[in-house]
Structures are given as structure tokens and as C-alpha cells.
């Protein structure tokens, strides 16, 4: 008797690779010693840990919507932005905004913004100020106005509008992580409640810490905490 022949289509996708990868930055993240002060700069192998997350969790969102434009055969968008815009749908418009600044503090690590700034000492406490951004490289000033707002040089920290992310990449800390990371989730929701998508944030696991199924999107409680804990002083 001869066999019936079986096939399935596959429809590549790395959104899922990328979840394990970010939990265990999330642990080595979470292991390292916050500054003494809450607005201190964050260690140096914070600021390593933290761009890689970001970076990541990007990545892990574009190749969601990859995806989704796979499927949407109307689309001549290459980009995940424009291809959100060009949807055209109004209950995106306040978390397009919200994604503009993730996307534009991506940009600040992929591209290596060059800043300057100046630091001094009082009693043995770091200050900085005059933060200036070198617009000769990959940076677009007008861009930058839109997003960041204000007049270079910036007396403290620059930071965006809405979501208050740190633009300067060597600031970078878990708290901007933690806000990328619920950006990223409510987008997904977002963009599945309005049907253009096929399945939102849903509920994936990942191994972390002792736990063998540990709820990947609770990574974010478990950042926002240990920063939160820190400026109640606890």
C-alpha cells in the first residue's frame, strides 16, 4: 500500500529565540549592584547588560511584525514603523509615539550617538552637564528635537518626551529596559486587539532563576522592583 505524502508550510519566524537569550540578561542585569544614589550613574556592566536588552527586545518585536507583513499582502512597507503608520488606524496613534522614542534610543546604541559632557566631583559625588549631541554622524537633529526636545547642551540628563528614556548610550540602565520592555508588550497587545496581528504578547516561558517555567513578560516586575525598591529607600 502506498503511503499518502504529508507536507507543511513553515513560516520562519525568530521571535521565540530571542526570549531565552533575554532572560538571562534580565538575571546577569539583575545581579548587578545598583549606584548608591537612586539618579547615580548606572556601573558600567549595567550599562553593557542593559543596551544588549534593548537592543534584543527590538529585534525580538520586528521579527513579530515581520511576520505579520508576510501576511498582509497589501503592504509595501520594508519597515516595521511605516508599516504601523500606514495601517492608518487611529487606536495606534499614542503608542506609535510611545515607539518612536524606543526606537529612536535603538538607534542611539546600533549607531554609537557620539555625546559629549562634562563631569566634576563634590564631595566625592560625580555630577554631570553640558551633554552635547554630534549631529555629523547618525544622529538627525530635527529627529532628536521632536523626541528629545530642549536646547543642546543639556545641563542634566537628556532624556525623551514621553516615556523618559535616556539617550545618552552610556546612562543606559535597567529602568530604560524595563520601559522598552512594557512598551513592547502593550504594543503587541495593542496591535492583536485591533486584529493586525494574530496573537498578542500571549504567555511564554522562559528558565529563570531557579525556575524552570518562569512567565517571560514578569521580567519586567522583576526589573521595575529592583529599582523601585531602591528610590523608597528600602
Not at 216 to 225: N, T, V
Amino acid at each position: 500500500m502506498k503511503r499518502k505524502k504529508h507536507y507543511e508550510k513553515i513560516i520562519s519566524c525568530l521571535a521565540s529565540n530571542y526570549k531565552q537569550p533575554i532572560a538571562v540578561l534580565v538575571e546577569r542585569l539583575l545581579a548587578v549592584q545598583l549606584p548608591e544614589q537612586p539618579d547615580g550613574k548606572s556601573r558600567e556592566s549595567e550599562v553593557d547588560y542593559a543596551i544588549a536588552l534593548i537592543t534584543l527586545l527590538v529585534l525580538q518585536f520586528e521579527s513579530l511584525l515581520s511576520r505579520a507583513r508576510h501576511f498582509d499582502k497589501d503592504t509595501k512597507e520594508k519597515y516595521a514603523m511605516q508599516w504601523m503608520v500606514s495601517l492608518n488606524d487611529t487606536a495606534l496613534d499614542s503608542i506609535i509615539k510611545r515607539l518612536n522614542e524606543v526606537y529612536f534610543l535603538r538607534n542611539a546604541i546600533a549607531h554609537n550617538h557620539i555625546w559629549s559632557y562634562t563631569q566634576h566631583w563634590e564631595e566625592g559625588k560625580a555630577y554631570y552637564s553640558n551633554f552635547d549631541l554630534n549631529f555629523a554622524w547618525q544622529s538627525s537633529e530635527k529627529e532628536f528635537k521632536k523626541i528629545v526636545g530642549g536646547k543642546l547642551p543639556y545641563q542634566f540628563l537628556p532624556s525623551t518626551r514621553l516615556l523618559g528614556l535616556v539617550v545618552v548610550p552610556d546612562f543606559i540602565g535597567r529602568k530604560d529596559v524595563a520601559i522598552v520592555f512594557k512598551t513592547i508588550k502593550d504594543v503587541l497587545d495593542i496591535l492583536y486587539k485591533a486584529g493586525h496581528i494574530d496573537s498578542g504578547s500571549g504567555r511564554p516561558t522562559v528558565r529563570f532563576n531557579d525556575k524552570l517555567s518562569y512567565s517571560f513578560w514578569s521580567l519586567i516586575g522583576q526589573i521595575q522592583r529592583s529599582y523601585i525598591s531602591q528610590s523608597r529607600g528600602k
